[in-house]
């Protein structure tokens, strides 16, 4: 009776993640094919949207006219690594490489989302889904500091990576200064 209790909480587990996984790239075809209702619809349907209010209708009205700064986009996931809370809970973190077209140019950002997911009814959706990236910069330039923000709709979204992993700061904070200033490009 135990191995088949473990083993229907490993089939879940699996079949958890896989289904997980589908979350961040359904988020990226919404988003280049400019799917508003498929977009929103990954997420649970009390999203807690901060200022904008709380639902999917608070929801869409944020995004959409957000999605609206840019014309063409491209959504390449390069990886993504889940950890599970319990069996209705996970969090966890997608890289991506995205790629905006915008009055003539091609804003590339270099982006780590943080998700919080929950199933609900026996589906997963994102409960939260927050964007941290490294940097947006026109494909034709390199990314340069201070501030390693090219875009200048964006330009109130200061980058907050590779700071705003926890072991960033206190790895650093072992070395010495001057390697510090040869290293980066910051000030």
């Excluded at 919404?30 to 977009?39: E, G, L, P, Y």
């Excluded at 780590?112 to 940097?135: L, N, P, V």
């Amino acid at each position: 009776m135990t191995e088949n209790v473990n083993l229907l909480a490993r089939l879940d587990r699996v079949e958890s993640q896989l289904a997980i996984q589908q979350l961040p790239m359904r988020y990226a075809l919404a988003v280049d094919s400019r799917d508003i209702d498929a977009w929103v619809r990954l997420f649970i349907e009390d999203v807690d949207c901060g200022k904008h209010g709380i639902g999917r209708d608070a929801l869409k009205a944020f995004i959409d006219p957000n999605v609206r700064t840019f014309y063409r986009s491209i959504h390449q996931l390069c990886g993504h690594a889940i950890d599970f809370i319990d069996a209705d809970h996970a969090t966890g973190m997608v890289y991506c490489r995205a790629e905006h077209e915008v009055r003539g140019k091609w804003i590339v950002m270099a982006i780590c989302y943080f998700d919080t997911y929950e199933r609900r009814a026996g589906s997963w959706y994102f409960r939260k889904r927050s964007e941290k990236h490294w940097y947006s910069s026109d494909i034709l330039e390199r990314p340069t500091g201070p501030n390693f923000q090219r875009w200048d709709e964006w330009s109130d979204r200061k980058p907050t990576l590779p700071h705003a992993f926890p072991s960033w700061t206190a790895f650093w904070e072992k070395s010495d200064p001057t390697l510090l200033r040869e290293l980066s490009s910051e000030p």
